[in-house]
């Protein structure tokens, strides 16, 4: 049987080896922490493709200028000395185009196309996770913002979205009773949901583990053994695992792997921040959208998670209090009575971030049997099975599905 070995235990990891121990293959996955302390772990859990778009767009160039001044903005770079970073805003100014984004927006939907029929997959087969189908609703304080953005979603009808429903004054309220009459309109999008995403890692790990892959956490990738062309076999402190294939789904920390094999991958740390409560005074029932804000909110089995902020500072966890303070405030404009319950956690975690905001998914060049399933921003949650459906497809030497052109690793 062909040994697969996984470095990286966060949802794209995880599900990658869920889809390929169903192929058949002996697969090992080795995470540097333990599964879901990146990115995964405190994020809002949507799964939307609707909102799937490309980070950087036309006109966003602007917007982060006059964000860069405001210590509480959604966006904060940190100016550092390094060439590698300034290159990379190089090059994402240079996707800020119309053209570039749309050409995003197509790939991005169509490796969306599967994403709903494979979480419910998920769920037939006994993986046990929280997962809620009430819609995402996107609240506005400007009627001329909502009109804008739901002229964005109607195209994204073409792709299969189911339409968004136009909703102000009472048919508003009557759905989210919540929201505060400050909201001048809000866009329903009825097909969305969202999970906790620490219970599908937890419930991938426990399935994975059923189907007799061994996930092995705190156990750092030293390097790797070749063969010419052909890795070998990966080197921890616990020794060489031999290896047919490798598939390197470590989030941001994918570039340094990359590195050791001889490839450069520019991924850059976009740290997010949430605060996870227990239930606030103005209870909701759907994940929210607060649009001026770019503060989200999901409603959880007995709490609430707020989240929001973009901040490129590198690798590090370090806590802005007052950047978790602005994004804990931001509800009180769009919902009455707003009041933070209990903390029960503050987390921020780097999502990882390519130029021209799509994906890694595929061959790393000049290496056989190495395939790349990182830079998912922050749409990992959602792409994740479909991303493994990919790499499943590539392991076995078959043709995916999904075109893959958009998401090739040496498109830089």
């Not at 419910?120 to 804008?148: I, N, T």
Request: proline share 9%.
């Amino acid at each position: 049987m062909s040994r697969v070995v996984i470095v990286g235990a966060g949802a794209v990891g995880l599900c990658c080896a869920y889809a390929l121990r169903r192929r058949g293959m002996d697969v090992l996955v080795i995470d540097r922490a333990v599964p879901g302390s990146g990115a995964s772990h405190g994020n809002g859990g949507w799964i939307c493709p609707t909102l799937s778009d490309p980070l950087p767009g036309p006109g966003i160039t602007l917007a982060s200028l006059h964000w860069l001044l405001q210590p509480e903005s959604p966006l904060y770079i940190r100016p550092r000395l390094d060439p590698a970073f300034w290159h990379w805003l190089w090059r994402f100014r240079r996707q800020c185009n119309e053209q570039a984004y749309q050409q995003g927006l197509v790939a991005l939907a169509d490796l969306n196309r599967a994403t709903m029929s494979l979480f419910d997959a998920l769920a037939q087969d006994r993986v046990a996770f929280e997962m809620h189908c009430q819609g995402l609703l996107c609240l506005y304080l400007s009627r001329e913002l909502a009109r804008a953005e739901a002229r964005h979603m109607t195209e994204m009808e073409r792709f299969g979205c189911p339409p968004a429903q136009w909703l102000e004054s009472g048919p508003l309220r009557a759905e989210e009773p919540a929201v505060s009459p400050a909201v001048a309109a809000g866009l329903l999008l009825p097909g969305e949901r969202h999970v906790r995403p620490e219970s599908l890692l937890i419930g991938l790990q426990t399935r994975l583990q059923e189907m007799g892959v061994e996930v092995r956490t705190r156990e750092p990738v030293l390097g790797f053994e070749r063969a010419g062309s052909v890795v070998t076999g990966v080197r921890t402190p616990r020794g060489v695992e031999p290896a047919n294939q490798v598939v390197l789904a470590a989030g941001v920390w994918t570039a340094r792997l990359t590195a050791q094999l001889g490839h450069s991958v520019p991924l850059e740390a976009g740290k997010g921040y949430s605060v996870t409560m227990a239930d606030p005074a103005s209870p909701i029932r759907r994940p929210l959208s607060l649009s001026e804000a770019h503060v989200g909110l999901s409603p959880f089995n007995g709490a609430v998670r707020v989240l929001g902020t973009m901040e490129l500072s590198g690798i590090n966890h370090r806590v802005r209090t007052r950047r978790l303070a602005a994004i804990k405030r931001a509800p009180a404009a769009y919902l009455r009575e707003w009041r933070p319950g209990p903390t029960r956690e503050e987390w921020c975690g780097p999502r990882p971030v390519t130029p021209d905001g799509l994906p890694l998914i595929g061959p790393l060049p000049g290496v056989d049997n190495v395939v790349i399933a990182a830079g998912h921003a922050m749409l990992g949650i959602t792409l994740a099975p479909a991303t493994a459906e990919a790499v499943s497809a590539l392991v076995m030497g078959e043709r995916p599905q999904t075109t893959l052109t958009p998401f090739r690793v040496d498109r830089f």
